[in-house]
């Protein structure tokens, strides 16, 4: 049974910074695809930052130079540190693995806000 608990979501000032982070179970967690998807209020999910099992990664434009996402495989863990946040980031933050879909946690909120 594939478990994805996300944490790390928070209040934050425009500009600021927050690290979510995905604790991963039930998987083979080292040749595995990881992404953060979001979802904002009244939208839909979308992807906006994957690392593959090598650690190449690839990002939405709206959040380009501004997240990184990481992974451990020697914890099962997966990072998304948000820098410079603005409004728009505001959402429901969840973790997921290829393939996309099957296997969605709780989320976390991150909500950007002065």
């Given at each position: 049974q594939v478990q994805l608990v996300e944490s790390g979501g928070d209040l934050a000032q425009p500009g600021g910074s927050l690290r979510?982070?995905?604790?991963v179970s039930g998987t083979t967690?080292?040749?595995d695809?990881?992404?953060w998807f979001r979802r904002a209020p009244g939208q839909q999910r979308i992807l906006v930052a994957a690392i593959s099992s090598g650690g190449n990664t690839?990002?939405?434009d709206s959040v380009k130079g501004r997240f990184t996402i990481s992974r451990d495989n020697a914890k099962n863990m997966?990072?998304?540190?948000m820098?410079?946040?603005n409004p728009e980031?505001?959402?429901v933050?969840?973790?997921?693995t290829v393939p996309w879909g099957n296997y969605w946690g709780q989320g976390t909120q991150v909500t950007v806000s002065s």
């Open positions: 979510l982070a995905c604790a967690f080292s040749v695809g990881m992404g690839n990002y939405a997966v990072y998304l540190q820098d410079r946040l980031d505001t959402a933050y969840y973790c997921d």
